[in-house]
């Protein structure tokens, strides 16, 4: 059964050509001219994926991602002609997965969103993978990272990471003390290759922080050394 996959972007040409083209890749794809018709889409028939512009007029894209994010964790796009560093880690704080900046060749869209799939999927298998990893000991509430169920829990709560920031913990987690440069990151998690933004790293390592961190202004668990990335300590 092929992918939902909605398109939201109010130029009539360039969500047509998305639409041709993305047809064309085996999605099912419906359109959105404006932020309240794609709210709509979505409570109508929630998607698998989302493309999503940031200028759509009195709703703009931003609230878009952040109304979808309070009730499903799929995998969302930007793609915008705003390419500022504060639009972008803006889209990425309402809870974008990726941003991708206008004009843009379809194929990259394609790529990436091939991408995203990926991350859905399992990131190994299951039995190869430990029963729980504790990433902190704290007797009050331990932060366990249960990779096979999809889960992270600091005592009793259940986190609520999204797809991208459980996937950026799992990469670290895999190597407790080993440095991941931003590159190796993306490479790992978002799986882009020559044409990611390490910017993408950057923001999402910050939201991962304010939910597993004791004290996010002061991470120990997931810190940064300076001039090479990022690392997992356990604590």
């Given at each position: 059964?092929?992918?939902r996959l909605l398109v939201v972007e109010d130029d009539d040409h360039i969500?047509?050509?998305l639409r041709?083209?993305?047809e064309d890749e085996g999605y099912d794809v419906a359109e959105a001219g404006s932020?309240?018709?794609a709210l709509q889409a979505v409570a109508v028939s929630a998607p698998d994926l989302m493309v999503v512009d940031l200028m759509l007029g009195s709703m703009d894209g931003f609230e878009v991602i952040r109304q979808v994010r309070r009730t499903l964790d799929l995998p969302i796009i930007v793609v915008s002609a705003r390419a500022d560093t504060s639009d972008i880690e803006a889209a990425l704080d309402a809870g974008a997965d990726d941003y991708v900046t206008k004009p843009f060749a379809v194929k990259e869209i394609s790529a990436r969103l091939r991408a995203l799939r990926?991350?859905?999927a399992p990131v190994g298998q299951a039995e190869e993978q430990p029963e729980a990893v504790v990433l902190d000991s704290d007797p009050a509430a331990p932060l366990v990272l249960r990779e096979a169920s999809g889960t992270v829990h600091r005592g009793e709560e259940l986190l609520p990471l999204t797809l991208t920031e459980f996937r950026l913990l799992c990469e670290l987690a895999a190597a407790p003390g080993r440095v991941f440069s931003r590159q190796a990151l993306l490479?790992?998690?978002?799986?882009h290759g020559f044409f990611g933004d390490e910017r993408l790293v950057d923001v999402h390592v910050r939201r991962l922080r304010t939910k597993v961190e004791r004290d996010p202004s002061t991470p120990r668990v997931v810190v940064t050394v300076r001039?090479?990335?990022?690392?997992l300590d356990p604590q």
């Open positions: 059964m092929a992918l969500r047509t050509a041709w083209a993305l932020g309240e018709e990926r991350r859905v490479e790992r998690v978002w799986q001039g090479l990335g990022y690392r």
